[in-house]
């Protein structure tokens, strides 16, 4: 069985599952052009109806961070563009627009017109890049033939996508989306159900995330441990607490291997600004 070296001590492990956003994927190259085009064309929507939503108040919406042109440039990774589910970003946006005065139905209608038109931009312009390391990581676990899945709180079609334009939807043998449990993240639902098709015991898996709905799921499930990514802090001091405080350990991914050493294979990662 591989050996996942951490900070805190070495862990046998048979499988890992991994966090899409944020962990594989840059978050903010890919959700950024998104939420901005989400909130953009709801406030135009506002506008066309004689309605105006604050600006300064949109980065609080989703838990975004903006520079000084309305740029998204990092997020809080426990708020709900993180670790929200799809239908929970709507009904966010559909809740602002009621409070406005539009009515539910013309709210979500509305909220629909903005995903549709965000969602064509992504599906244009494919802006997915991987984390630091990350191609280097899935070889060596590959290699090792350890068996990966993706947990992830976006739908499970939208999920394949985003692995398929960066070209490693190869490397997972099973893609676990919110639309395949009862509850997303961070109950244990999509854990159990990725351990399930590997066929493997939640006590044999890592978890590597980059929020603290990663974690929590990660215990709630029994996983052997959970590694959060170190996040920028940009997006404030209590999102990284709340990551650390819940994870086994915390690392830069950029750092992480899998190697083959006589007698067993290890997977490691950096030891540096890592805690309990």
């Given at each position: 069985?591989p ?10 492990i048979?499988?890992i ?13 890919l959700?950024g ?7 953009a064309?709801?406030s ?19 838990g ?29 946006l ?5 409070l ?18 965000a969602d064509?931009l ?7 890049l ?25 739908e499970?079609a939208?999920?394949?996508n ?16 919110t639309d395949?449990?009862e ?12 351990c ?6 939640p ?10 709905g ?8 029994g ?8 996040g ?24 992480c291997?899998c ?18």
């Amino acid at each position: 069985m591989p050996t996942l070296i951490t900070p805190h001590g070495e862990q046998p492990i048979s499988a890992i599952l991994f966090d899409k956003d944020g962990t594989l994927l840059e978050f903010v190259s890919l959700w950024g052009s998104w939420g901005e085009c989400f909130l953009a064309r709801f406030s135009r929507q506002l506008e066309e109806r004689g309605l105006e939503f604050p600006a300064q108040h949109l980065a609080s919406l989703l838990g975004t961070v903006h520079d000084a042109e309305g740029r998204i440039i990092d997020y809080d990774r426990n708020g709900p563009l993180a670790m929200g589910t799809m239908s929970d970003l709507y009904a966010i946006l559909s809740w602002q627009g009621y409070l406005l005065g539009l009515s539910w139905a013309e709210s979500m209608e509305l909220t629909d017109r903005c995903r549709q038109e965000a969602d064509a931009l992504m599906e244009q312009s494919k802006p997915v890049l991987p984390l630091p390391g990350l191609l280097h990581f899935l070889d060596e676990c590959a290699a090792e033939g350890i068996p990966l899945a993706v947990v992830t709180a976006d739908e499970t079609a939208a999920a394949e996508n985003h692995l398929r334009w960066l070209g490693i939807r190869g490397y997972f043998s099973a893609v676990i989306g919110t639309d395949q449990v009862e509850r997303g993240k961070p109950f244990p639902d999509m854990a159990l159900l990725a351990c399930e098709r590997l066929g493997i015991q939640p006590a044999e898996a890592a978890v590597i995330g980059d929020t603290n709905g990663d974690m929590r799921m990660a215990k709630a499930a029994g996983m052997a441990v959970a590694i959060g990514i170190a996040g920028n802090a940009a997006a404030g001091p209590a999102a990284a607490a709340a990551t650390r405080a819940a994870a086994s350990c915390c690392c830069d991914q950029s750092s992480c291997r899998c190697r083959q050493q006589p007698g067993r294979r290890e997977c490691s990662g950096n030891r540096t600004g890592c805690w309990q």
